[in-house]
């Protein structure tokens, strides 16, 4: 989330989220990002506005806020075709991409919306990011959003095509990330306003302390890698000591005046061809130049600069703890409003494992609990026993949703990887499958429309997934429609 997600979720880059970036509104490792497509490939940018409730679990609380959705309608069949809904994750919602949804929606003869999520983008419901002011934002509070906006869609769509109003198109619910955790939590609180789910590498674990992050990145850059990578932490660590300043201006972080939020970053970079599908951008120069007997440091900071800045817009500032404090709304928000989420209701914390670890040991719980601490006040927590408990983790307990995941992707371990026949589970295998590679294809820089599976290294497995997903939404959207028509 490094988040998706930046989604992921979930650890971090800043990510230029201008139109004009390449990778807009794919954020980095931390939030474990949802975001799907480069700038400009879009099926619509078209934004239209609904009047949400502001806090759905009080009885005295009236207030609204103007959220933002998007519709594209060219592939419905009138008036019975599905509904396709995308949910939007922990950043801007800045159009409904095309990826390999859109080619779903072709195929099914579907509409698609989507949903910004509460407080990122344009829907924030307060002028400032005041640690009171985010006491609304929560996926409780997201998932009754999604659910009161279902029904408001249906109750237009309705009064558009002049039907009555006690008609239902069937609905299909998609997520990637930490939005595909919203996918599946959906179907989970709302069964009778979904025929089903697909949740895309879906965090519906929280988890307190995910070591299996680091772990899962040593795994998937292979033995050949990962001791260089271990390397190169090491040598920065010594390089902090030695020239603090010097260290950090190779990787234009000077503004990061703690230590352990550089080493994080330092860490994150390493995650981010890992997570998105191209490991080998990362580890082909760095044994080379291992073998080489080249300067490692500079080695790695040529591939942050060239790679991780120059493709994916990232940025030192998204670790800066005078940016996480900024209470101003700004499409930059979004590491403010993922922090908080992790802070309070998931936590992710990407600590290093007490074994073999790659990232540094100072990145442990201790200091993600300080940095809590240090945004958002007092007593901050992150309730990981509540979450699951509310919403099942990885024994969650629905039907009819469809679990993806890429065999390389940190993020599959809060994810359910176990299959059932109410819960199909499948993992897409191949060197270059990250997160969301069933819809995104991989690799994933630049984003690839329609998410084509070609660029996989082996696209039969992205492809076996996709047609599993297919044969799913098929089934379960016939059986929809028969409970519609019985009901009618």
């Given at each position: 989330m490094t988040t998706a997600i930046g989604f992921a979720l979930l650890t971090t880059f800043t990510v230029l989220l201008s139109s004009t970036s390449l990778s807009d509104g794919l954020l980095q490792p931390r939030r474990i990002s949802h975001g799907l497509s480069a700038s400009g490939k879009y099926l619509t940018r078209d934004e239209l506005w609904f009047n949400q409730t502001l806090d759905h679990f009080s009885p005295y609380d009236h207030r609204k806020f103007g959220q933002r959705y998007y519709e594209y309608l060219d592939h419905l069949r009138v008036p019975d075709g599905p509904i396709f809904l995308m949910i939007c994750g922990e950043g801007p919602c800045n159009g409904i991409p095309n990826d390999y949804l859109s080619v779903l929606a072709k195929k099914f003869e579907a509409g698609v919306v989507s949903l910004e999520h509460r407080y990122y983008g344009k829907s924030s419901p307060f002028n400032s990011l005041s640690s009171e002011n985010l006491k609304f934002l929560s996926s409780k509070q997201a998932l009754s959003d999604l659910a009161a906006f279902r029904e408001y869609y249906q109750e237009s769509l309705n009064v558009k095509l002049n039907r009555s109003g006690s008609v239902d198109n069937p609905w299909f619910f998609f997520g990637a990330s930490y939005s595909g955790a919203l996918s599946a939590w959906f179907r989970l609180k709302f069964p009778h306003l979904t025929c089903g789910s697909l949740a895309s590498s879906a965090v519906v674990r929280a988890v307190y302390e995910y070591y299996e992050y680091d772990q899962q990145i040593g795994e998937s850059v292979g033995p050949e890698c990962k001791p260089v990578l271990q390397e190169i932490n090491k040598l920065v660590e010594l390089g902090l000591k030695v020239n603090n300043k010097a260290m950090k201006a190779l990787f234009n972080a000077t503004e990061l005046d703690v230590d352990?939020?550089?080493?994080?970053?330092?860490?994150?970079?390493?995650?981010?061809?890992?997570?998105?599908?191209?490991?080998?951008?990362?580890?082909?120069?760095?044994?080379?130049?291992?073998?080489?007997?080249?300067?490692?440091?500079?080695?790695?900071?040529?591939?942050?600069?060239?790679?991780?800045?120059?493709?994916?817009?990232?940025?030192?500032?998204?670790?800066?703890?005078?940016?996480?404090?900024?209470?101003?709304?700004?499409?930059?928000?979004?590491?403010?409003?993922?922090?908080?989420?992790?802070?309070?209701?998931?936590?992710?914390?990407?600590?290093?494992?007490?074994?073999?670890?790659?990232?540094?040991?100072?990145?442990?719980?201790e200091y993600h609990l300080d940095l809590c601490k240090s945004l958002f006040g007092e007593g901050v927590y992150p309730e990981v026993d509540a979450t699951n408990l509310y919403y099942g983790g990885d024994r969650i307990a629905a039907t009819k949703i469809v679990f993806t995941n890429g065999s390389q992707d940190p993020w599959r371990h809060a994810s359910k990887q176990t299959s059932s026949p109410d819960l199909p589970s499948y993992i897409v295998n191949c060197h270059n499958c990250g997160h969301g590679s069933d819809l995104r294809g991989c690799p994933q820089s630049p984003m690839i429309i329609e998410g084509d599976s070609k660029n996989c290294s082996s696209p039969d497995a992205v492809n076996k997934v996709r047609q599993h997903i297919i044969e799913h939404i098929d089934l379960w959207l016939s059986e929809c429609r028969g409970v519609l028509r019985s009901s009618i």
């Open positions: 352990a939020d550089f080493l994080y970053l330092i860490a994150d970079a390493q995650v981010v061809a890992v997570q998105y599908g191209n490991p080998d951008k990362l580890c082909v120069p760095l044994v080379e130049a291992k073998k080489n007997g080249s300067d490692l440091v500079e080695a790695y900071a040529k591939y942050v600069r060239e790679y991780c800045v120059e493709v994916f817009g990232l940025s030192a500032k998204t670790y800066s703890r005078k940016h996480l404090l900024d209470t101003a709304v700004t499409p930059e928000s979004a590491d403010r409003l993922w922090w908080f989420q992790t802070c309070t209701e998931v936590a992710y914390f990407q600590v290093a494992p007490a074994n073999d670890s790659i990232r540094s040991h100072q990145i442990n719980t």
